[in-house]
């Protein structure tokens, strides 16, 4: 369940080895293969760079988040942070003798508490010297980013416990899983309420059974949730957002917490819109939870990672979501090119195993281009592939759907409306006849440029976990290939009347489980910064799977509350309910168009599809399994 051999490569971070003697170079020009050299980057740029060490016993540790999370001996008694680290971090002597080295170059370092992190602050030369590299300026397109010329080395004897070495290149970025609905007016003037046919966090409760658990006293009391993102809030957003919904939530609840220096100022460029959907949806559903956020800057891997690591050493919030991610396709792109670091993948897994060992609940977006992941980056390929880390066999990756009924839209060819007859897996498949009205010149033309969807299908990079083994559905498919890429993966060619094919697939099955993520169905957000001339309003209807993962955050809050205790890793148990008579999930499982993410579709019977994962949660249901399953486990 770990990285697959693929990756298994003996440069770590971008080329770490053992030996203390300078690497050989990347390629005779010194910058990475296809981009061109600025120049050095000036000795005293400040920068900081995050070491990330292997976990000890990691077979252990994987049987440990098993038996935490199976009816057992071992169920629901985690570790505390400090256990964690004595069992699976590394010892003072190891992390001792990389600070004392680090040190010798002016470069201060911090050790997270679980002894898996070091983070360390120095300019780029002295980073220089005490990696033996050359941290360049370069530019590749229109992108400009520094990367080091060489494959850094550490001291004599350490690389193979170091498993990435994060920040000597700030190449890349992670994008927020939010999509625009198409064709349909959004509010004007202002309002201080959401504004009518924009879906409230009532309509979630309402369509996922989430009441009971209110009816029953459960509001949050006494939860955290945590936020890990990379954009700042405008904490005033959030807490005007609730008030207009009705929602009376606890006083003074929200923390950010600023990692590796935090993302800057609030702007709609920066992203600022996913961490303010995510602080109104998941506090909103659990109203008395503090919630805490975890800011941090986008670019190069550290923040990211560090936010992450961050939240679960901590161990302060009882649920973790996050809403950003790139796909496989461009870290594996990036590895190849000496960008990216071979253990950047797996880093974040590390910091989901141990918040799966020590209880904490943590969900991912699962992505907003369908089957196509790769292709929500500008110019990305437009091959299968899936987003990470939702990725990553450790965390719940949440998928989305469309919700059932009516859409109107007026447009310059009129008014006319599209009714979706039952909940389905979010693909914009659904509104493809409509080309005309939308003014495209073509099917293919419409379909191409709105490749949106519920991402899902098979990582190359992670095995198939032992909780998908054997799930009828798990690596099996339907399809219905709306897209074929051509032209190496550099264009699509659109069917208007695609088939469905079946077929086997290996690696880990994406996502686990959906909810209303169509941006045609989508919420109400608030936020100052959506104000304009030509949007007179504080509200947008948004969408994309970046809300379903705070959402289950959210409801994890009322579900611990429920049970009263830490429910941890959600996915060994709820495959598990998933395939008994009494299951809380209603799968997705109607073959054909209709019921597809712009590639994978239902199977009759299944209880997994790549589109949607498990189905829908039964939220009422599913809270009353976690609780019976932990009052039957042994003490």
């Known amino acids: 369940m770990l990285l697959a051999a693929a990756l298994a490569m003996t440069a770590l971070g971008g080329g770490l080895s053992s030996a203390p003697a300078l690497a050989a170079p990347h390629g005779a020009g010194g910058g990475q293969r296809g981009a061109t050299v600025l120049g050095s980057t000036p000795a005293n740029t400040p920068m900081m760079l995050s070491i990330v060490f292997k976990v000890r016993h990691p077979e252990q540790l994987t049987r440990r988040i098993a038996a935490v999370s199976t009816p057992g001996p071992l169920f629901r008694h985690y570790l505390t942070v400090a256990q964690f680290a004595a069992a699976y971090g590394r010892s003072r002597q190891t992390i001792d003798r990389l600070t004392q080295y680090l040190s010798q170059f002016g470069i201060s370092s911090d050790v997270m508490a679980n002894n898996l992190v070091v983070?360390?602050?120095?300019?780029?030369?002295?980073?220089?010297?005490?990696?033996?590299?050359?941290?360049?300026?370069q530019q590749r397109g229109g992108t400009k980013f520094h990367a080091p010329h060489g494959a850094p080395t550490i001291p004599d004897g350490m690389g193979g416990k170091v498993l990435a070495v994060l920040g000597l290149s700030n190449y890349g970025q992670a994008v927020s899983q939010l999509a625009?609905?198409?064709?349909?007016?959004?509010?004007?003037?202002?309002?201080?309420?959401?504004?009518?046919?924009?879906?409230?966090?009532?309509?979630?409760v309402n369509q996922y059974n989430v009441g009971p658990l209110y009816r029953a006293g459960f509001t949050g009391q006494g939860q955290t949730i945590g936020i890990v993102t990379l954009a700042a809030l405008n904490p005033t957003d959030a807490y005007t957002f609730w008030a207009d919904n009705n929602i009376s939530v606890l006083a003074h609840r929200l923390q950010i917490v600023s990692v590796d220096g935090g993302p800057g100022p609030v702007s709609l460029k920066s992203?600022?819109?996913?961490?303010?959907?995510?602080?109104?949806?998941?506090?909103?559903?659990?109203?008395?939870?503090?919630?805490?956020v975890y800011q941090a800057p986008n670019g190069g891997g550290t923040g990211f990672v560090d936010a992450y690591f961050t939240a679960v050493t901590q161990n302060v919030a009882g649920s973790v979501s996050s809403s950003w991610?790139?796909?496989?396709?461009?870290?594996?792109?990036?590895?190849?090119?000496?960008?990216?670091?071979?253990?950047?993948?797996?880093?974040?897994?590390?910091?989901?195993?141990?918040?799966?060992?020590?209880?904490?609940?943590?969900?991912?977006?699962?992505g907003d281009a369908g089957a196509y992941a790769a292709s929500r980056a500008p110019g990305g390929p437009k091959n299968l592939s899936v987003g990470m880390p939702s990725d990553s066999p450790y965390v719940t990756s949440a998928g989305g759907t469309?919700?059932?009924?009516?859409?109107?839209?007026?447009?310059?060819?009129?008014?006319?409306?599209?009714?979706?007859?039952q909940q389905r897996t979010w693909g914009r498949d659904y509104l493809f006849p409509f080309w005309q009205q939308f003014g495209f010149p073509s099917e293919a033309a419409w379909a191409t440029l709105h490749a949106v969807g519920s991402g899902g299908g098979y990582s190359q990079l992670y095995s198939t976990p032992a909780y998908q083994r054997g799930v009828r559905g798990a690596n099996a498919f339907s399809a219905v290939p709306w897209l074929t890429p051509i032209d190496s993966n550099t264009a699509w060619q659109f069917n208007p009347s695609p088939p469905v094919v079946v077929g086997t697939a290996t690696g880990r099955n994406v996502p686990d489980l959906a909810m209303n993520a169509d941006p045609q169905t989508g919420y109400a957000v608030y936020s100052t910064l959506f104000h304009s001339a030509t949007h007179p309003s504080d509200w947008l209807q948004i969408g994309g799977t970046s809300f379903v993962a705070p959402q289950l955050a959210g409801i994890t809050a009322l579900i611990n509350g429920q049970v009263g205790a830490r429910v941890g890793f959600w996915n060994p148990q709820i495959y598990r309910f998933a395939a008994v008579s009494t299951s809380p999930f209603h799968p997705l499982d109607t073959t054909g168009i209709g019921n597809d993410n712009l590639y994978y579709t239902g199977t009759a019977g299944a209880i997994y599809n790549p589109?949607?994962?498990?189905?829908?949660?039964?939220?009422?249901?599913?809270?009353?399994q976690f609780a019976v399953e932990g009052a039957s486990a042994p003490n």
């Not at 396709?329 to 141990?354: D, Q």
């Not at 589109?611 to 009353?624: D, E, Q, V």
């Open 271 to 292: 992203g600022s819109t996913e961490t303010t959907v995510d602080v109104e949806q998941s506090g909103a559903l659990a109203p008395q939870a503090h919630i805490i």
């Open 180 to 204: 625009a609905p198409v064709g349909m007016t959004q509010a004007s003037p202002n309002a201080s309420t959401p504004p009518a046919g924009m879906r409230t966090p009532a309509d979630l």
């Open 119 to 137: 983070t360390a602050q120095g300019t780029a030369g002295a980073f220089d010297q005490a990696f033996r590299v050359r941290i360049q300026n």
């Open 325 to 366: 991610g790139t796909s496989e396709t461009a870290v594996m792109k990036g590895i190849r090119l000496g960008l990216v670091s071979p253990g950047y993948p797996e880093a974040f897994s590390e910091a989901y195993m141990e918040g799966a060992v020590q209880g904490i609940s943590m969900f991912a977006a699962s």
């Open 402 to 421: 469309t919700l059932p009924g009516t859409q109107t839209y007026t447009t310059k060819a009129g008014t006319f409306s599209v009714t979706v007859p």
């Open 611 to 624: 589109g949607s994962g498990l189905g829908t949660p039964n939220i009422g249901a599913l809270a009353n």
